[in-house]
């Protein structure tokens, strides 16, 4: 490929991912784009304007000589949590900024682009390659940003009575007598051993995604599938959210004081279980992953089931060598669905649908070293009471997702699209 090529295949790039951000918050109200209904959901208009703080900052600010900022108050309004380059507005508040407006940060977007676009065109990748790496972790920290709008949007919806619906239902209406063309879990034996985690290679990753290293793996068990809605229907009428013994005891306390007697959206009317979607409340579809759990109720349901949580490594170890393909974001269905869309060998929905919760802790991998300058606060200052998810889900870039990929989260956390996959020993 010329040089010419692989400048307009960045600048193509470019494009396309901040395009689909906007296409994202098309369906909003003006009104909507303000409203933070807790400390965890940012407002949609907060992160369209930090994804191009990222930009500004760490990119035209430094490659681009006449660069001129389009409003300087946006450098403390939209830094998020970045210590080494100055002081940042709270999390908590942004849901209280009504200005800027969000014309001017669509504005503020455009600007940023304009000059991007100019800077990339001068660019030679081969020469400039600190450069090229700088935009391409720009452009995934966009799309780790395209997911949380989405979460968010679903958080802050959810919150008021009248639960409006974001977008129209994409899946079919299922008739309740027609055969729901699902399969029964079954457990799947890895052999483990000495194996190999990690990043590796010229394909882009994130810091915390290395060095590949060595793991021993004891023979284990995998479940074909992500727990689905039945199964953990059956976990609440055993008096899962009942019984301490099944908890670990900041698990148990997270129950007793927020009163979690189901997942988060899931409400009982009547007989029947209902949640709350991006399409708007309907019933709880029995054969679809179950989602938005913490990792504490995955790990509640798992003991009750006699099982645990996979590690990373395990996780990792089995599906490396999948295909990462699946219900992601491109699909619009915006929910985990019941239809198989992803099989590889004896597993099912690997990719896609839900984050899976593992047992491991957010923690670096041996040898692991973080970006030098204030990009290092990226990921590593985050490696301390978090836990480790793999997989993706409904709301993920597929081209963003890999099996070295680390989300992570604090393990009461459930307003992600987060579900689980059993394990075992053997």
Excluded at 66 to 91: I, M
Aim: charged residues 25%; proline residues 6%.
């Amino acid at each position: 490929m010329s040089v010419q090529d692989k400048v307009s295949s960045i600048a193509e790039r470019y494009k396309n991912i901040r395009s689909l951000t906007e296409k994202i918050v098309y369906p909003l109200e003006t009104e909507d784009y303000m409203v933070q209904a807790s400390p965890d959901a940012s407002p949609p208009k907060w992160h369209l304007a930090h994804t191009t703080w990222f930009f500004e900052k760490f990119i035209l600010k430094s490659y681009l000589s006449q660069y001129k900022e389009l409003n300087p108050h946006f450098d403390y309004l939209f830094n998020s949590y970045y210590e080494t380059v100055g002081a940042f507005h709270p999390r908590h508040s942004r849901g209280n900024l009504a200005r800027p407006t969000v014309k001017e940060v669509i504005s503020y977007r455009h600007h940023v682009d304009e000059h991007m676009q100019k800077l990339i065109g001068q660019m030679n990748p081969e020469e400039h390659t600190d450069l090229k790496d700088l935009i391409e972790i720009g452009l995934n920290h966009e799309q780790q940003h395209q997911e949380l709008l989405l979460t968010d949007i679903k958080f802050n919806f959810s919150q008021n009575p009248i639960l409006p619906t974001f977008i129209k239902d994409k899946d079919k209406e299922k008739d309740e007598t027609e055969t729901i063309p699902y399969q029964e879990s079954t457990t799947v034996e890895m052999e483990g051993g000495l194996v190999e985690i990690g990043h590796s290679g010229d394909v882009f990753a994130f810091d915390n995604e290395g060095p590949r290293h060595k793991v021993w793996l004891n023979p284990y068990t995998l479940s074909s599938h992500p727990v689905m809605n039945v199964e953990f229907m059956e976990f609440i009428a055993d008096g899962g959210y009942e019984r301490p013994e099944l908890w670990l005891s900041e698990g148990w306390e997270h129950v007793q004081k927020e009163g979690w007697n189901a997942p988060l959206y899931w409400k009982k009317h009547g007989d029947e279980w209902h949640y709350f979607t991006l399409t708007g409340e309907r019933k709880v579809e029995k054969y679809e992953p179950v989602c938005h759990v913490s990792f504490y109720e995955a790990d509640a349901f798992a003991r009750w089931a006699g099982k645990r949580l996979p590690t990373e490594a395990e996780w990792e170890h089995a599906f490396e060598l999948v295909k990462v393909d699946g219900n992601f974001l491109e699909k619009e269905m915006m929910h985990p669905t019941w239809e198989d869309i992803s099989i590889h060998g004896p597993f099912n929905k690997v990719y896609g649908d839900v984050w899976e919760w593992t047992s491991s802790a957010y923690s670096p991998y041996p040898g692991s070293k973080p970006l030098e300058g204030a990009l290092g606060e990226y990921n590593a200052k985050f490696m301390c009471n978090q836990m480790v998810l793999k997989g993706g889900s409904c709301a993920t870039p597929m081209s963003h997702m890999r099996a070295t990929y680390r989300n992570f989260f604090q393990p009461e956390k459930r307003w992600q699209f987060s579900g689980f996959r059993l394990a075992g020993d053997l």
